[in-house]
């Protein structure tokens, strides 16, 4: 189960600390906003500070310590008791990804149980909506909450992270998007780029005057059919929609040298004071020239790094490059989903994708420091591919998930209590960059023994909701016939029942199709 084992702490460690202002128990709660600037302020363990230089050139650990674990006046960091042992820790950098759930729903709609390779559990969680508390301003609200199992000790421990409400769409920055759009072979299927035409041209009719758009067409070889395009005419607007119009499928998938030519085009025509994404619209099924993610993302690495261009990828099809998307929209600082119909396509290019030209937060990255005292174990479901080393966490060098308004983040937790714990559980701190000054900010939240709830019974729709998915992707993960690694998990009948009772309690048209996507699997599991 990769279950962290908690040890003791040094000797004296167990000097008291200052508690959290912000509680996030009872799936309400969140971080006092004023929180976010008040770096390492946590909780009875909270995350451990990076290494920073002080005035004399000595090595700060970011707490008033210096890099040996000695304060400033000479007090030794582990007398003091303030950090927790690395066994503690749970570092991950923040993902929005939901491609994985896309894929999977298209699978069983076509009568087949998903690559177990292509489950990752921390995207089908956050495919719904969830109740956090929203900050009043840019940065995140922090709410950790969490509910027993009916395995002796574990409990389900939900990390929700929210930004601020998406305003309207005047609110946000002018977008400057230069769609890359595969028309390989591959792309002749239905759904694919038929689908991506009628998509890009909803999407050209909704976006603003002062917005740009430029078109790069890819299959043996890519061109840029359409330089970048301001939509302050109706003339340009027609020339835009002319040049979606004309993208027809040919032959071989050089993904390689679409991405390429689509920064190239993006740099042209790069516009200060606005955001500047590329949106690859593909199946990824990459066959010629460069077919490495890594290869190609250092192929544009200038363009990422010089201009902050991040990449957004859209996957079709029902044969689907899922790896090689998923690790080139990870590395490239940006965010997959997975379009199989039209009500998909409208949801991602209509509400999606506008939602994803505002930036909130860069690099962001979340730390659990767990309490030993009354925590045994704990394991995080999912995020393996995003995991951050635990010193990393205020290396602000290191690659986090870049997060827009109006999105919400949640990381699940297994944990094991030790037997009658009572007191602190764990604090959750996340960490991100502001997008235009690139200084950092903070916000926490904390749990405590007595606020979780007695059972999964007892917690809110939208807790059940996020344990219902993880259960889901656990189970075809897994595999039929092993026990799945959550505890108390339920058979998939039971957990079509569970989630046919959550979709006429939230009336929410998501988890209804949850609620069939599972019926599928387990007729399929049979």
């Known amino acids: 189960m990769d279950i962290h084992r908690t040890r003791r702490l040094l000797a004296g460690a167990a000097a008291a600390l200052v508690l959290l202002t912000g509680c996030g128990a009872g799936g309400s709660g969140a971080s006092d906003s004023g929180s976010a600037d008040r770096a390492g302020q946590g909780g009875d363990f909270p995350a451990p500070s990076a290494p920073r230089d002080n005035d004399d050139g000595t090595a700060d650990a970011g707490d008033g310590t210096t890099g040996d674990g000695t304060s400033r006046d000479g007090a030794s960091r582990e007398a003091d008791g303030d950090a927790p042992s690395p066994d503690h820790l749970s570092t991950f950098a923040l993902d929005v990804d939901t491609a994985s759930y896309g894929y999977a729903r298209r699978a069983l709609a076509d009568g087949t149980l998903p690559d177990p390779s292509t489950i990752r559990p921390e995207e089908f969680v956050n495919s719904f909506r969830q109740d956090y508390e929203r900050p ?15 395995e002796d000790d574990w409990s389900l421990v939900r990390v929700g992270l929210a930004t601020r409400t998406a305003g309207t769409t005047g609110e946000r920055p002018p977008a400057a998007l230069t769609f890359v759009v595969d028309v390989s072979g591959s792309m002749a299927e239905p759904g694919r780029l038929d689908l991506a035409r009628r998509s890009l041209g909803t999407m050209t009719d909704r976006l603003r005057d002062d917005d740009s758009v430029a ?4 299959s043996g070889e890519a ?3 359409l330089p970048m395009t301001r939509l302050d005419d109706e003339r340009d607007r027609d020339r835009v929609h002319d040049a979606i119009d004309s993208l027809e499928p040919t032959d071989s998938t050089d993904l390689g040298a679409g991405v390429e030519t689509g920064y190239d085009t993006a740099v042209e025509g790069l516009r200060e004071g606005a955001t500047n994404r590329v949106v690859l619209v593909s199946d990824a099924l990459a066959n010629t020239g460069d077919t490495d993610a890594d290869t190609i993302l250092e192929n544009i690495a200038q363009a990422r790094r010089e201009h902050g261009i991040t990449l957004f990828g859209v996957g079709v099809g029902s044969d689907y490059g899922d790896a090689l998307m998923e690790r080139l929209a990870d ?3 940006g965010h997959t989903v997975y379009v199989s119909d039209e009500t998909d396509a409208a949801k991602v290019f209509a509400e999606q994708l506008p939602r994803h030209v505002d930036l909130t937060a860069r690099d962001a990255k979340a730390q659990v420091a767990f309490d030993p005292r009354t925590v045994e174990e ?7 591919n995003r995991r951050v080393a635990d010193e990393d966490f205020r290396d602000d060098r290191v690659d986090g998930g870049e997060v827009g308004p109006g999105h919400t983040v949640t990381a699940l937790y297994a944990v094991r209590t030790k037997p009658g714990a009572k007191g602190h559980l764990a604090t959750a701190t996340v960490r991100w960059l502001d997008p235009a000054a690139r200084t950092p900010h903070e916000a926490s939240g904390s749990l405590e023994a007595d606020a979780l709830h007695d059972g999964l ?3 809110s729709a939208r807790f059940r909701v996020t344990a219902t998915a993880a259960y889901f992707a656990d189970a075809l993960r897994r595999g039929s016939g092993e026990r799945s690694a959550l505890p108390d998990a339920p058979a998939l009948s039971e957990l079509k029942q569970d989630t046919e009772d959550l979709a006429r309690e939230t009336e929410d048209r998501d988890v209804r199709d949850l609620a ?11």
């Open 136 to 150: 009043d301003g840019n940065g995140f609200s922090v709410t950790v909450d969490g509910a027993r199992t009916g």
């Open 378 to 384: 704990f394991r995080l479901v999912g995020y393996d």
């Open 215 to 218: 078109i790069v067409a890819f």
């Open 516 to 526: 069939e996507a599972i019926e599928r699997a387990s007729r399929l599991d049979t």
């Open 331 to 333: 590395k490239g600082d």
């Open 457 to 459: 019974a007892d917690a």
């Open 223 to 225: 061109e840029t059919v």
